[in-house]
Each structure stands twice: as structure tokens, then as C-alpha cells.
């Protein structure tokens, strides 16, 4: 057993500075040693495929994180760890409990199946592990391991850790919730397509803003209207776009965000609003275009056409709300946008080019090509 602080101040030594994650028995010591540290800071996610997308944010944005959760939630993980992190070679560190560890202390009946397969299922998915260390002389080796593997490979690294691993730690900070501030917007009506709209946006866009466009044909038309090292282009993942957007707001807080969402996508991960809301990124921009359908698969209906999103983002915490129809209101709502995090929706006609092109550029390239402009060296 080792203390939490042998473990997080090595691995700081190291740039480790966010950690995410959903809590775990076992990780209660580090998480509370993480919220008690002024150098340190964690985001509590909705849950285990938000945590991962928020840690690969940040270290698309160049800073080192850890997403940590118990291996009940390593299925809800899944997407990101195969079609984000894998993809974009985003490389984390995972602290992965193992509950129902096969021959360990008795644990409840639905941690069994997960408790025989973490693992397998984590060189499954070509994620490199090893148990977590539990005697404070092999941390320092192990996290040496895990972080020449992330920069050669460009891939994640698990620790799996047992219980008893860490010595309790108890939280001294006390959590004060905020009550929502912004008012839900008024709706509007489809009046164009998202061409037209993605068209302003770019337009609209400050030299310095980094642009993440969501899974599917909201990235592909933003290709093709203009390829910009400041753009990204997810693939996979669906539902991630604002987690990854607003770790890599927490990396680079001098830059403002700007996250392309779809209603099919912020729908199947509504409580990453939550999350943003209640942590309030000032320079995240959450630009939702809503058509009512998953265009991208073949068109079929979402229920966006019975929900109010931007009274969601309002009730979740988003400093402000608005509901634009038009290119022109769209560009000014980006120029006039107040610190964040701001919620845009944006309702759109349906309908996509039949030529409409795919990127001819890889997604791993694509990282590559953000992080070299963010360091300066290429131009928008």
C-alpha cells in the first residue's frame, strides 16, 4: 500500500496535472488527495467515455492527464479508447480499478464478468497494462514505463489497481454548487443548411480559435469548405466532441474553443453539458447544429425535435444561451460571444452534397497538424 501522494506528486514531477474520472471505492484516496491540491485539478465527469475524451482534450492541448474509473464503467469507455485516443494518437494515463478480481475479496455480484475480462479487454483494445504499483520504490519505474510508452506508441497506458492499493487520504474541500444564471433562448426555426452555416462560422472565427467539429458530415463539410490546421475533425467517438473540446480548453485557457456538436451526438451524451456547466470553461463555445435526424447514417429521426436543448444547457450551468437561425446572427453571436461557457443552437435544414469529399488528410495527421499550430509552427 502506498500513500495517494507517492503516486501524484511523481507523477506531476512528470506534467501529470488534470485528472478526470468517475468515482470508485477504490480511488477514493486519490481523487480526494486531487481536489485538496491547489497544483492539481479534477474533473469529476457524467461518466467513464466522457472522462476519457476530456483527458484526450487535454493532451491534444499538450497537457498530461489521467482518466480514472472502475472497470464496471471500462465498457462505457470503449468508444473513445478505440475510435478517439487510438485514432488520433491521443496517448492518457488510465488508472483502472479492478473490481471482482478473480481469487481477491469478495466484491459484489455485477463487478464478476468484468473482474475476469478488464485485462483482456485492455489488450483488446491494444491498450498497454500493467497493475497498479503498490510499494512506493516502484512508482517511480512504472510511470517511467507508462510515459515512454504514450510518447513513442502515442497511445494510452493502464495501470490496473487493486484494492488496497492506496492508503486513505480524507477530503478536506467542500464542494459549493452554483445556481444556473442564463435564461433558456427563444427557438427559431431551420432557415438554411449547415454548409451555410459552417460557411459564417469559419468566417466568424478569431485567428487564434481552435474549431472541433463533431462525427460525421459536420466535419467533412468543414473540410471541404476550408481545410485549416486549426480545425479538427473527429471520427468515431460519437458524442465526445464537447469532453474532447473542453479538456483541450483546460490545456490551452488563452485560446478560445469552438465545439461544431450535432443533435444526435449531444443527445447520446447529455451529461457531458452538465459537466461543462457546473465547471464553467470560460473560453469553451458549444455551437449545436439541430436538423432533427442522424444525417450521417441515413437520416433517421433523433427526438431533438422534443427536447429543449438550449433550456438544458441554461439548467445545466452554460453562462449563456442563444438560438440562431441565420449566417449573419450566427457570425455575430461568435464575435459578441461573453466569457463561456456559450451555448449556441443552431437549427438547419437538411440536406448534404452528393460530392461532399472526405478528408484525404488521416486523423492522427490532423492532431499532429493542431498541436504543431498550437506550438506556433504552422499557420492556420
Known amino acids: 500500500m502506498i500513500e495517494a501522494a507517492s503516486f501524484i ?19 477514493k484516496p486519490f481523487i480526494n488527495y486531487c481536489i485538496d491540491s491547489d497544483a492539481l485539478r479534477y474533473i469529476g465527469a457524467a461518466n467513464e467515455g466522457d472522462a476519457v475524451a476530456i483527458a484526450a482534450g487535454a493532451a491534444l492541448g499538450g497537457l498530461r492527464s489521467v482518466a480514472m474509473f472502475q472497470n464496471s464503467g471500462l465498457g462505457n469507455a470503449v468508444s473513445p479508447l478505440t475510435s478517439l485516443t487510438e485514432t488520433f494518437r491521443l496517448p492518457i494515463l488510465l488508472i483502472v480499478t479492478l473490481r471482482g478480481e478473480p481469487g481477491g475479496a469478495p466484491d459484489e455480484p455485477q463487478h464478476a464478468m468484468m473482474g475476469h475480462i478488464t485485462p483482456s479487454l485492455l489488450e483488446l483494445m491494444n491498450v498497454r497494462w500493467e497493475y497498479f504499483p503498490d510499494e512506493a520504490d516502484k512508482v517511480c519505474e512504472a510511470l517511467e514505463r507508462a510515459t515512454d510508452h504514450m510518447k513513442t506508441e502515442g497511445r494510452p497506458y493502464a495501470f490496473v489497481m487493486r484494492k488496497g492499493s492506496v492508503a486513505p487520504w480524507s477530503l478536506s474541500t ?13 427557438r427559431a426555426s431551420a432557415q438554411c443548411r449547415r454548409r451555410e452555416m459552417l460557411a459564417s462560422l469559419q468566417t466568424g ?23 485549416r490546421a486549426n480545425q479538427l475533425y473527429m471520427v ?8 474532447l473540446g473542453f479538456g483541450l480548453a483546460v490545456a490551452c485557457p488563452d485560446r478560445r474553443v469552438i465545439v461544431i456538436d450535432g443533435d444526435g451526438a449531444a443527445l447520446m451524451r447529455l451529461g457531458a453539458l452538465c459537466t461543462v ?12 447544429f439541430d436538423n432533427r435526424m442522424h444525417e450521417s447514417t441515413g437520416g433517421q429521426a433523433t427526438v431533438s425535435g422534443s427536447v429543449d436543448l438550449p433550456a438544458i444547457a441554461a439548467a445545466s450551468g452554460y453562462a449563456s444561451v442563444s438560438c440562431v437561425a441565420s449566417p449573419d446572427a450566427l457570425q455575430s453571436a461568435l464575435e459578441s460571444a461573453s ?9 438547419i435544414l437538411p440536406g448534404v452534397a452528393d460530392d461532399l469529399p472526405r478528408p484525404e488528410i488521416s486523423p492522427a495527421q490532423v492532431a499532429a497538424r493542431l498541436r504543431e499550430w498550437l506550438r506556433g509552427g504552422a499557420e492556420a
Open 9 to 27: 506528486e511523481a507523477a506531476r514531477q512528470r506534467g501529470f496535472a488534470l485528472y478526470t474520472g468517475v468515482p470508485c471505492s477504490y480511488l
Open 174 to 186: 467542500r464542494p459549493h454548487a452554483q445556481a444556473p444564471t442564463a435564461s433558456p433562448a427563444p
Open 205 to 227: 472565427v478569431r485567428a487564434d480559435d481552435i474549431v472541433i467539429a463533431s462525427t460525421g458530415v459536420a466535419g467533412r463539410e468543414l473540410y471541404a469548405l476550408d481545410d
Open 236 to 243: 468515431g467517438s460519437m458524442g465526445c466532441a464537447i469532453s
Open 277 to 288: 456547466g457546473a465547471e464553467k470553461p470560460p473560453n469553451l463555445v458549444h455551437v449545436l
Open 339 to 347: 466569457p463561456g461557457p456559450v451555448f449556441i443552437e443552431v437549427p
